[in-house]
């Protein structure tokens, strides 16, 4: 297993002593700090806490300290502390034009059988007529919300 080792300058130790011992900050956020603090080997540290005694302490697993120092190592203070942002992309599926035949689907007549479109019938009917590739009924609940058209919103009586 690596070994990271955390070394903190002396701004950066009061930063993190001053963001644990005031103001309002995701628990995370300070448990972070705290064991940064405690894993610190620089010149500015007075007793060193090994990573046993921290978990009891804090009531972490090892695995946490680890990840925390690792990020603390490789991605600096900032990422320690928050972690690191969420890298992956998605594209948006349905446009404009989707939607507008969607809304025009759910307004006129369900399928013979039918009382009234559900989400599902209107996904499958909008593949069929190949509006689009695939699409959840989540996603048509979603696009009908915003539009307010639910076709569940006016019930009879």
Known sequence: ???????????????????TSKGKHRSQKILNALILLACDEGEYQK???INEEIS??????????DRVKKRFVEGG????????KG????????????????????????????ARWSLRL???????LEYIDS????????????????PGKERDG
């Open 56 to 65: 009891k302490v804090l009531n972490i697993s090892m695995k946490k300290i």
């Open 87 to 114: 890298s992956r992309i998605y594209g948006k599926k349905p446009d404009g034009e989707f939607e507008a035949h969607l809304v025009a689907l759910s307004c006129s007549e369900p399928p013979e059988g039918f």
């Open 1 to 19: 297993m690596k070994i990271y080792t955390v070394t903190l300058t002396e701004d950066e130790r009061n930063g993190l002593v001053t963001l």
């Open 47 to 49: 007793s060193r806490s």
């Open 77 to 84: 203070i900032d990422v320690a502390l928050n972690g690191r």
């Open 135 to 150: 699409i959840s009924h989540e996603a048509i609940r979603r696009i009908l919300k915003k539009t307010k058209l639910s």
């Open 122 to 128: 209107l996904a499958d009917k909008a593949i069929e």
